[in-house]
């Protein structure tokens, strides 16, 4: 019974349409779920009280660069990801939007300019969800299924969202963080896929690996960056092999770009989270490529455009 966590409300469900056994590679492997939250180096949270919104576009763009170099990486290591982009950085990159979606990756929506969904009422939310994904669709010609929220904005105060997101047309989020953090995280959610209640969309947490009674992150982000690499892969082998489950990581562009400008005035805290081991990431993330097998969120899940047979059922 692992899907049974300390949750008295709302009642969450274990999603029931993901491939059961999962996804495996041909040599066993089981497949793990690689993604991409494209945006800029100014636009993260760490730095959001240091930059307005409205001066983005005075920086320096750096997010074509380096999401292109990613492009080239997955394409020598044979991966295919998911790309979690912003509607502001798609509206002034359409080029890089249909490069995503033309080299086979799954296009899929950051909200429009990184705004937590914390700070969002229900109805700017929705705004934000719909704009950015008719914006992707239109822009690539693909169906948008998956939204990630700006640093992992959804948990136990703002569950609403799920069900906005499933009214927008979106089949799943990535947006929660079952963990402690200080600035997000909902540590009693379920680790693995899961819907809030019968016809809401699938959540899709980011990993965590269980030990000692307590989940800790291992899917990604600073944690990464931080810890050494052989930790990691540890990790992650633990919840293939220990949970049965596939695991979902996540990386930004500006974190393979150690010659990123820095950010003047930015805090200690905030400058360490940013900056630490940039120069290592790239090696460390070829060799998360080759240790594991990886491909799209919606073929790991079984994620499917619309409602239907194998979905919410006939
Ligand atoms: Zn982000």
Redo the contacts with the bound molecule.
């Keep these: 019974m692992r899907h049974r966590q300390p949750i008295a409300e709302p009642r969450m469900l274990p999603e029931p349409n993901r491939p059961r056994p999962p996804l495996t590679a041909a040599d066993g492997r089981i497949t793990n779920a690689m993604s991409v939250?494209v945006?800029d180096y100014f636009?993260?949270?760490a730095f959001e009280d240091l930059v307005p919104r409205a001066r983005w576009d005075g920086f320096e763009s750096r997010v074509v660069a380096n999401t292109d170099r990613i492009l080239g990486l997955f394409e020598q290591h044979g991966v295919r990801a998911t790309f979690?982009v912003?509607g502001w950085v798609a509206e002034r990159h359409p080029r890089l939007v249909r490069a995503i979606a033309d080299a086979g990756h799954e296009l899929a929506s950051?909200g429009f300019d990184?705004t937590r969904v914390s700070g969002q009422s229900p109805r700017a939310f929705r705004e934000d969800v719909v704009r950015t994904k008719g914006l992707l669709e239109d822009t690539a010609g693909v169906a948008v299924k998956g939204y990630?929220a700006?640093?992992y904005s959804i948990g136990r105060d703002n569950l609403w969202a799920l069900d906005v997101l499933g009214e927008a047309g979106y089949r799943y989020s990535s947006s929660i963080y079952p963990i402690r953090h200080d600035l997000y995280g909902m540590p009693e959610a379920p680790r693995f896929a899961f819907r809030l209640h019968p016809g809401a969309i699938t959540e899709l947490p980011v990993t965590t690996v269980r030990i000692a009674g307590r989940n800790w992150p291992c899917g990604g982000g600073g944690f990464f960056r931080l810890l050494p690499y052989a930790l990691s892969r540890w990790a992650l082998r633990r919840v293939n092999r220990r949970d049965g489950e596939p695991g979902i990581f996540y990386f930004?562009p500006w974190e393979i770009d150690p010659a990123q400008p820095r950010m003047a005035g930015a805090s200690r805290r905030a400058r360490f989270r940013h900056y630490l081991n940039l120069s290592r990431m790239e090696g460390r993330l070829v060799r998360l490529l080759q240790d594991f097998a990886w491909d799209r969120i919606d073929r790991v899940f079984g994620i499917q455009v619309s409602a239907g047979v194998g979905e919410d059922g006939p």
């Design positions: 939250d945006e636009q993260v949270s979690f912003l950051h990184h990630r700006a640093s930004h």
